[in-house]
């Protein structure tokens, strides 16, 4: 039987094995491959020069930039850059390197992606001035390349949802929806010219809509440490949306404060630099500020983004949820927004709001402008998500 992929020589699955126990015995390693198992070691086992640890599995980079920026250097030389920033995340966990992050220079030779960002973030308070153009420049960065994979469909999907709402018989030329209108008129087919001549035109309705109009979105985003990643994604998104003028978009972000973003999402860098990770959790606050913001509960759509563990009032944050879905308030509560996943979260808190009518699950940043349109048509969220294989989480006890 043959393959386009064969098993591994036995030499092959030695060597694989060599570098994924750490090697003893050098011998049977290529120089480029004792390089790897020396950058493997250095966080995953060995000390510097190859020799065990003793008594535990400490790596042997130590405190100095210089040596971390060599050493992440081989790491991408390496490896692809997904694996580089696993790694990359490991050694911030193990070998506190969280600190070194403060230096310009090694801040440079990190591979950027939306971890980073929520680490910078974090650490915004404590950057020196000689590397807050660096931090910048590296937030700015990710924020680019996020915007370029998500901001065109987020924008396109978002202005179909709201402009194709509304069909007309009579649309200006560039909002003719062809399709339909030829499906509209096949009874006037034109045999001696091989045509349709269409009688009827079907498109987009298309005037002046006010501020009264609008559908207003309200992103309410825990800022504690456990959602760094949403916190990116949705200062992004809002960024985004705030840009369409068939929307009227806010951003609200919360730990035990609450600050309105609302006012700097031309920049997103600058809303991401606004916000500070940690601290506790006050959803109930959060929800309080929110209904100060609803005008016009039946074209308000609220998206609490938040693993749902209340550090405030959690009989009246439910009761507040109940009561702005009483009033018409389109209610969806995101666990997470992110790529890994659900996260843990407060199933009693999550199991009350589902009971509620809120769709209540973990959303990825591809499936979020999907869930927007859906949210704006006023479609069943629940069937929107089960059509994509999106667990909801359940009502009742």
């Given at each position: 039987?043959?393959?386009?992929?064969p098993f591994p020589t036995v030499d092959e699955r030695r060597r694989r094995w060599l570098l994924?126990?750490?090697?003893?015995?050098?011998?049977?390693?290529?120089?480029?491959?004792?390089?790897?198992?020396?950058?493997?070691?250095?966080?995953?086992?060995?000390?510097?020069?190859?020799?065990?640890?003793?008594?535990?599995?400490?790596?042997?980079?130590?405190?100095?930039?210089?040596?971390?920026?060599?050493?992440?250097?081989?790491?991408?030389?390496?490896?692809?850059?997904?694996?580089?920033?696993?790694?990359?995340?490991?050694?911030?966990?193990?070998?506190?390197?969280?600190?070194?992050?403060?230096?310009?220079?090694?801040?440079?030779?990190?591979?950027?992606?939306?971890?980073?960002?929520?680490?910078?973030?974090?650490?915004?308070?404590?950057?020196?001035?000689?590397?807050?153009?660096?931090?910048?420049?590296?937030?700015?960065?990710?924020?680019?390349?996020?915007?370029?994979?998500?901001?065109?469909?987020?924008?396109?999907?978002?202005?179909?949802?709201?402009?194709?709402?509304?069909?007309?018989?009579?649309?200006?030329?560039?909002?003719?929806?062809?399709?339909?209108?030829?499906?509209?008129?096949?009874?006037?087919?034109?045999?001696?010219?091989?045509?349709?001549?269409?009688?009827?035109?079907?498109?987009?309705?298309?005037?002046?809509?006010?501020?009264?109009?609008?559908?207003?979105?309200?992103?309410?985003?825990?800022?504690?440490?456990?959602?760094?990643?949403?916190?990116?994604?949705?200062?992004?998104?809002?960024?985004?949306?705030?840009?369409?003028?068939?929307?009227?978009?806010?951003?609200?972000?919360?730990?035990?404060?609450?600050?309105?973003?609302?006012?700097?999402?031309?920049?997103?860098?600058?809303?991401?630099?606004?916000?500070?990770?940690?601290?506790?959790?006050?959803?109930?606050?959060?929800?309080?500020?929110?209904?100060?913001?609803?005008?016009?509960?039946?074209?308000?759509?609220?998206?609490?983004?938040?693993?749902?563990?209340?550090?405030?009032?959690?009989?009246?944050?439910?009761?507040?949820?109940?009561?702005?879905?009483?009033?018409?308030?389109?209610?969806?509560?995101?666990?997470?927004?992110?790529?890994?996943?659900?996260?843990?979260?407060?199933?009693?808190?999550?199991?009350?709001?589902?009971?509620?009518?809120?769709?209540?699950?973990?959303?990825?940043?591809?499936?979020?402008?999907?869930?927007?349109?859906?949210?704006?048509?006023?479609?069943?969220?629940?069937?929107?998500?089960?059509?994509?294989?999106?667990?909801?989480?359940?009502?009742?006890?």
């Open positions: 039987m043959t393959t386009d992929t994924a126990l750490g090697a003893d015995d050098r011998s049977g390693l290529s120089p480029r491959d004792m390089r790897i198992d020396a950058a493997l070691s250095a966080l995953y086992g060995r000390g510097d020069g190859g020799e065990k640890e003793s008594g535990n599995r400490r790596g042997g980079l130590n405190a100095s930039a210089p040596r971390v920026a060599k050493w992440l250097g081989d790491i991408r030389e390496f490896f692809p850059t997904p694996v580089v920033q696993v790694i990359q995340r490991d050694a911030f966990e193990r070998l506190n390197l969280k600190a070194m992050m403060l230096e310009p220079e090694f801040l440079a030779t990190l591979e950027a992606d939306v971890h980073l960002v929520a680490d910078l973030i974090s650490l915004r308070s404590a950057i020196p001035e000689k590397a807050k153009d660096t931090a910048r420049t590296v937030v700015r960065t990710v924020v680019a390349a996020l915007m370029e994979r998500l901001a065109h469909r987020t924008a396109e999907t978002i202005r179909g949802a709201v402009n194709r709402s509304k069909r007309t018989s009579r649309p200006r030329f560039a909002d003719i929806d062809w399709p339909r209108t030829l499906r509209a008129n096949l009874s006037h087919w034109q045999e001696e010219y091989r045509t349709v001549v269409p009688e009827r035109l079907v498109g987009a309705a298309r005037h002046s809509r006010t501020k009264a109009d609008l559908d207003h979105v309200i992103l309410c985003v825990d800022q504690s440490g456990s959602m760094a990643t949403s916190v990116v994604y949705s200062s992004i998104f809002a960024a985004v949306m705030a840009s369409l003028p068939v929307i009227e978009t806010r951003l609200v972000c919360f730990d035990t404060a609450i600050v309105d973003l609302s006012e700097e999402l031309k920049d997103p860098v600058e809303v991401l630099f606004g916000i500070q990770l940690g601290g506790g959790t006050d959803i109930n606050a959060a929800l309080t500020y929110c209904q100060t913001l609803v005008q016009q509960p039946a074209k308000t759509h609220l998206v609490l983004i938040t693993d749902l563990y209340e550090g405030g009032n959690a009989e009246e944050m439910l009761a507040r949820a109940a009561a702005m879905v009483a009033s018409g308030v389109n209610v969806i509560v995101l666990l997470a927004l992110s790529d890994e996943g659900r996260p843990g979260y407060d199933d009693a808190h999550a199991r009350v709001l589902a009971t509620l009518g809120c769709p209540v699950f973990a959303c990825t940043p591809d499936q979020f402008p999907d869930l927007m349109a859906a949210a704006l048509k006023r479609e069943d969220i629940h069937s929107w998500a089960a059509a994509r294989d999106i667990q909801t989480i359940r009502g009742g006890a």
